[in-house]
């Protein structure tokens, strides 16, 4: 009877998102190399399904059917890209064992305002990874089915409506699920590129006739400078081919331990097969003289041609192009929560992309991409071809930043053979380099511009939110003196349970506790430890400040963020306990709302909180206001703690005192 | 200082929404005839946009060029019933001057079920209406600037979002908006019909010739029981123009005083010009021999024809059509609001639909109608064409509805003159009537099947929730003998001030008067008065049942329904007399969350409250939950009172006592 039973809720959330996981199941669900390498292989392969038609897409118009002529000389500078590249972030993978993604490389060796240009560029390119990827495989969906065509975005959106139910529902089972069409289409393409050569070579298919396609430029070929800029510009959108080849190294902690090893024979594994897939659909394309038309993609036109229109091969094909485009907008889902994560934890992103959901899933992030990724479809009515030139710059803005900070890393360190690794990873930030600034130039115009405007403007704005999470930081620090002397204990005949939510010895708890107080007489202090040697530090200054005199502080463990279902767990165990009659109040701090951003950064655990608690029978929900304008105002220009970091909340005053009294005491001991 | 400062998102909010109005608004912004008249003519008027190309669209790929024929023969029918509607209206105009929507005349004259039918049906017409002059507005830019015709989907959502805009600041406002478009089409309309028919007369111009439709079925020309069946398949697709004309009825309240005289001047107005409009146009479509084409709709056509492909007046036709569209689009804004307010107030729909925003609009009903109109924009891929089928529908269930309900009516109440009356009535019933199964048989397949599933789940849905609401408002019942037994005053030193939301004598008011009694000896309570007769009944039983001498009881009068602002003024003045340091805490009942569907009928009122008091620094905000599930497990079987009825909140055993009493004083007087 003194459950909560939000029972039909609960049934339709277990029913979409699966049961809920126990906070250990972190390690359980982690990946194998085998199960890894469809998730980290699918964005890197799938790429050869547009890739191809990209640079065709530039040739074919300017120079009509002779440009199957030229798909090997712009292919070899991308194979060699490729092949650099692999052997730049197997280093990358060794030396980043928590994942080196250009974010935590650059940070680690150029500092904020590179690390935050890096993160930038790597938000809007997954964002790009699922919107060019769920475009491509909708298009491969319309080649077999032509009936589709009109409802591409349509299509498009439910893909990602859909790959976002998966991800909400935890890795494990997505990679399950996506492991076997991976594997398929590797094979399939393996099929296409081998029987079609060896019917070309037998003679049993011809090259491809194309009624509607000019031939007439032919007889005024494009020459010297312009030829070069068009090949050029062909290059940049055949770069294409080279996305997701750095989703390893990001993602490493990802796998199962050895996280290292498996990590870089996964990268290996991944190479070796993109590079067979790349070339030998090159040189099958080049063979068969394929040309992109509307509505039929080139890889089912190929497949067409190779296997037969009716052929069940021809539209597995077609099917698993979509499944493992699907899959590569599926590690996006994986990489952009994760690095959202590590944003909000260095306070440049909101920090609810930290919080994670009943499944363990960074759900925010989740949901953030979501949002994104439909957008972008909707925006460029899911065209691969208008998302490309986007989608190659933001990729090599990441690769060179990534090779760059590696030199800088082995130039510092020194370590045992640095200069033969720093060479390696020189080679791949000229290189690379030098492709980003091909790639910008050629597609300026074609919408690069955009990422002129957007990633300067993300990098902008995670500036103004750092900055204001400082400034309120620094507005709750409070010195143990003041806090003890506001601190009140009242005498009251109420002895309901009230629970308040302390996260450290900061002005609201400080309002907090007073409240408490105040209403009642039976007052426990929760706190839920993301952190246990934070936890630990605040305990003994719980103690030390006293206040474990009046109110007991516990120390709820939740190592993976899920700060509801903690909450939750406790609140379930205490309701049980309850006499009949008998109720609890939740006090919890909420951020004065005094501008439009404030809803965005703060308040949001606490809402959560809130909405969690409104199926529990016996439980009412303080919220005590928190003025940080009102603090800053009160504490006056020269008290107001103006160098104040991002550190652990609240207890840096605390820290700073008890360092002193460690340094004092060090000094005793050695006199 | 103690000044609660939104101001960004005030600023924000007031630059997007306008200023806030004051409660007494709601007269001042009620429309005069001629501003009127473009808010419910464009429905109507602009259906011509596309019921000529509906019909041609049957007829031309049977019969070919020789469809446009037999357009006068499809097009008389049509122009009978609109003559036969408008006099009908005109007297639902004269009896139900507070709306005779299709749902209120049901409900009088057939009780429940006849009038949830019709409000579902309304809900999805509205819908549709939006849908379908969207998309249809889309087409009309996309005709003018073919460039866009891929957008179309996106130009539409664009729309919708803006029309949502719009109609969030408040009615009267949009009015001006959009009147002078609506009568910038219809003189752009005259021009063109007039001009065209001149042209051709003169033979300045000659009938358009298209080199791609097929001539080749005059040889095999459809004969006989087909041939009839495809006029009435046409008929049926042309009856999409007289959607909108009911419109007129259901917005009585929305006029200027006084409101009948001039609800009759505009329908009388939009008959005229619709006979007009409609005619017109269908005679120079036949003189013309106009023929639907992708791309290109029929009357940019015609304009194009008449005007010159490249003569300003051609686009500006363009222009005015989509904006008209837009206003059409907007009438639906009006009255699906105002629908749902209606059910709203009657329970069978969530109660929040009887809210009103910062702007005194129907904001949730506003919202509702832009994500569901979105859904189906982005669902039928803004293709007018198999909008329509759906549309007429349901248009012709409410007009058959609207009209029987008005029969009955004159029947029961005979009142000077009610055969004549009846029998205009009847006439428009029958003829109605037979339209809605010729209209229903004929688009089943084309789409009428939905409606035929999704009108039934929404009554039952209405059923649902009605149920609900009453299951739980009698859960909540509590007799005087026992709210006085268990009420407690407790003593306590706290004087914060602690402001009690009460909107009735009922069970979870006497937990929030307990809670508050516990945590603080200076209790006020707050009835926000959206009715005044039961805000007087439930301030005299306050005084009735002693709670006054405890707690005072503050009425708040709040006769448009806004209730968070109604608030936010009372404790903008509470903070302002606060002492330095105090604080106010806000105790608000919260239903617990036991199904999934709970989180929709229940609790967004405090949560609109919790979130509107985010912004005060002085002001907690204290839950208290209250489970019906466990009233009425408490109450027993004998105990639970199973015919509550939806009246008056909690205060219905007080008033069946109070009757008792005034019954007992009365028979003391006789004797």
């Given at each position: 009877m003194q459950h909560h039973s939000v029972s039909m809720y609960e049934r339709v959330k277990a029913h979409v998102l699966g049961k809920p996981l126990a906070s250990g199941g972190l390690e359980e669900q982690k990946l194998t190399w085998y199960w890894g390498l469809p998730i980290m292989a699918s964005d890197a392969v799938s790429s050869v399904a547009y890739a191809i038609e990209e640079i065709l897409l530039v040739l074919v118009p300017a120079i009509g059917l002779v440009a199957t002529n030229f798909l090997p000389w712009v292919s070899a500078p991308i194979i060699l890209l490729l092949v650099v590249l692999a052997f730049s972030y197997l280093q990358t993978i060794k030396h980043y064992p928590s994942g080196g993604g250009a974010y935590t490389v650059s940070q680690d060796n150029f500092g904020k305002n590179v690390s935050l240009f890096a993160a930038g560029s790597l938000v809007v390119d997954?964002?790009?990874?699922?919107?060019?990827?769920?475009?491509?495989?909708?298009?491969?969906?319309?080649?077999?089915?032509?009936?589709?065509?009109?409802?591409?975005?349509?299509?498009?959106?439910?893909?990602?409506?859909?790959?976002?139910?998966?991800?909400?529902?935890?890795?494990?089972?997505?990679?399950?699920?996506?492991?076997?069409?991976?594997?398929?289409?590797?094979?399939?393409?393996?099929?296409?590129?081998?029987?079609?050569?060896?019917?070309?070579?037998?003679?049993?298919?011809?090259?491809?006739?194309?009624?509607?396609?000019?031939?007439?430029?032919?007889?005024?070929?494009?020459?010297?400078?312009?030829?070069?800029?068009?090949?050029?510009?062909?290059?940049?959108?055949?770069?294409?081919?080279?996305?997701?080849?750095?989703?390893?190294?990001?993602?490493?902690?990802?796998?199962?331990?050895?996280?290292?090893?498996?990590?870089?024979?996964?990268?290996?594994?991944?190479?070796?097969?993109?590079?067979?897939?790349?070339?030998?659909?090159?040189?099958?394309?080049?063979?068969?003289?394929?040309?992109?038309?509307?509505?039929?993609?080139?890889?089912?036109?190929?497949?067409?041609?190779?296997?037969?229109?009716?052929?069940?091969?021809?539209?597995?094909?077609?099917?698993?192009?979509?499944?493992?485009?699907?899959?590569?907008?599926?590690?996006?889902?994986?990489?952009?929560?994760?690095?959202?994560?590590?944003?909000?934890?260095?306070?440049?992103?909101?920090?609810?992309?930290?919080?994670?959901?009943?499944?363990?899933?960074?759900s925010n992030g989740i949901i953030f991409l979501w949002v994104a990724a439909s957008i972008l479809v909707i925006a460029f009515a899911a065209d691969v071809n208008r998302l490309i030139p986007l989608y190659s710059v933001g990729v090599f803005i990441s690769f060179t930043l990534s090779q760059a900070g590696m030199v800088r890393k082995w130039v510092r360190d020194k370590e045992r053979h640095w200069q033969t690794k720093m060479l390696i990873n020189a080679f791949g930030a000229v290189l690379t380099g030098v492709t980003f600034v091909i790639v910008f130039l050629m597609k300026f115009s074609h919408g690069a511009w955009i990422l002129a405007v957007a990633i300067p403007l993300l990098v902008l704005l995670m500036e103004v939110i750092h900055r204001h999470y400082t400034h309120v930081k620094g507005s709750m620090q409070i010195t143990r003196r003041e806090f003890l002397r506001r601190y009140r204990r009242c005498d009251t005949d109420n002895h309901f349970l009230c629970l308040v939510l302390v996260n450290g010895l900061t002005r609201p708890v400080l309002k907090l506790l007073n409240f408490a107080n105040q209403i009642s007489g039976n007052v426990i202090a929760l706190h839920v430890a993301t952190d246990e040697e934070y936890a630990e530090r605040l305990q003994s200054a719980w103690h030390d400040y006293g206040l474990d005199r009046g109110i007991a502080l516990q120390v709820l463990p939740c190592p993976y963020r899920n700060i509801v279902g903690t909450i939750e767990d406790y609140l379930d165990v205490a309701v049980d306990q309850l006499q009949p009659g008998g109720s609890i109040a939740v006090v919890m701090s909420r951020v004065v709302v005094e501008h439009l951003y404030d809803n965005l950064l703060h308040n949001q655990t606490t809402l959560a909180i809130s909405m969690a608690l409104r199926g529990y029978r016996d439980v009412a929900t303080v919220q005590v206001p928190y003025s940080y304008v009102r603090a800053i105002e009160n504490a006056g220009a020269d008290k107001y703690p103006v160098s104040a970091t991002t550190g652990t909340d609240g207890l840096d005053e605390y820290s700073r005192h008890e360092e002193q009294a460690a340094q004092l005491a060090r000094e005793a001991a050695q006199e």
């Amino acid at each position: 009877m003194q459950h909560h039973s939000v029972s039909m809720y609960e049934r339709v959330k277990a029913h979409v998102l699966g049961k809920p996981l126990a906070s250990g199941g972190l390690e359980e669900q982690k990946l194998t190399w085998y199960w890894g390498l469809p998730i980290m292989a699918s964005d890197a392969v799938s790429s050869v399904a547009y890739a191809i038609e990209e640079i065709l897409l530039v040739l074919v118009p300017a120079i009509g059917l002779v440009a199957t002529n030229f798909l090997p000389w712009v292919s070899a500078p991308i194979i060699l890209l490729l092949v650099v590249l692999a052997f730049s972030y197997l280093q990358t993978i060794k030396h980043y064992p928590s994942g080196g993604g250009a974010y935590t490389v650059s940070q680690d060796n150029f500092g904020k305002n590179v690390s935050l240009f890096a993160a930038g560029s790597l938000v809007v390119d997954y964002m790009l990874t699922v919107a060019v990827s769920i475009s491509s495989a909708s298009a491969a969906i319309a080649s077999a089915f032509p009936e589709l065509f009109n409802y591409r975005i349509v299509v498009a959106l439910g893909a990602i409506a859909l790959i976002t139910l998966l991800n909400l529902r935890g890795s494990k089972e997505s990679s399950r699920i996506f492991g076997i069409p991976t594997y398929g289409f590797i094979v399939l393409m393996i099929a296409l590129i081998t029987t079609g050569i060896f019917r070309l070579a037998t003679g049993s298919i011809t090259p491809l006739q194309y009624a509607h396609v000019q031939q007439a430029n032919l007889l005024q070929p494009i020459m010297g400078f312009a030829f070069v800029v068009l090949l050029f510009r062909a290059f940049s959108s055949g770069c294409s081919a080279l996305t997701g080849i750095e989703a390893v190294s990001n993602s490493v902690p990802s796998f199962k331990k050895p996280a290292t090893r498996n990590a870089r024979i996964v990268l290996v594994a991944l190479a070796a097969i993109i590079l067979f897939i790349f070339s030998g659909s090159v040189t099958l394309a080049t063979w068969i003289k394929v040309v992109p038309i509307e509505k039929i993609t080139v890889i089912a036109q190929m497949g067409r041609a190779v296997f037969g229109a009716h052929n069940p091969l021809f539209y597995l094909l077609q099917v698993f192009t979509a499944l493992i485009l699907v899959l590569a907008a599926n590690t996006a889902y994986t990489d952009l929560p994760n690095l959202l994560a590590l944003l909000g934890r260095d306070s440049f992103m909101p920090h609810q992309f930290t919080n994670r959901g009943a499944k363990l899933t960074l759900s925010n992030g989740i949901i953030f991409l979501w949002v994104a990724a439909s957008i972008l479809v909707i925006a460029f009515a899911a065209d691969v071809n208008r998302l490309i030139p986007l989608y190659s710059v933001g990729v090599f803005i990441s690769f060179t930043l990534s090779q760059a900070g590696m030199v800088r890393k082995w130039v510092r360190d020194k370590e045992r053979h640095w200069q033969t690794k720093m060479l390696i990873n020189a080679f791949g930030a000229v290189l690379t380099g030098v492709t980003f600034v091909i790639v910008f130039l050629m597609k300026f115009s074609h919408g690069a511009w955009i990422l002129a405007v957007a990633i300067p403007l993300l990098v902008l704005l995670m500036e103004v939110i750092h900055r204001h999470y400082t400034h309120v930081k620094g507005s709750m620090q409070i010195t143990r003196r003041e806090f003890l002397r506001r601190y009140r204990r009242c005498d009251t005949d109420n002895h309901f349970l009230c629970l308040v939510l302390v996260n450290g010895l900061t002005r609201p708890v400080l309002k907090l506790l007073n409240f408490a107080n105040q209403i009642s007489g039976n007052v426990i202090a929760l706190h839920v430890a993301t952190d246990e040697e934070y936890a630990e530090r605040l305990q003994s200054a719980w103690h030390d400040y006293g206040l474990d005199r009046g109110i007991a502080l516990q120390v709820l463990p939740c190592p993976y963020r899920n700060i509801v279902g903690t909450i939750e767990d406790y609140l379930d165990v205490a309701v049980d306990q309850l006499q009949p009659g008998g109720s609890i109040a939740v006090v919890m701090s909420r951020v004065v709302v005094e501008h439009l951003y404030d809803n965005l950064l703060h308040n949001q655990t606490t809402l959560a909180i809130s909405m969690a608690l409104r199926g529990y029978r016996d439980v009412a929900t303080v919220q005590v206001p928190y003025s940080y304008v009102r603090a800053i105002e009160n504490a006056g220009a020269d008290k107001y703690p103006v160098s104040a970091t991002t550190g652990t909340d609240g207890l840096d005053e605390y820290s700073r005192h008890e360092e002193q009294a460690a340094q004092l005491a060090r000094e005793a001991a050695q006199e």
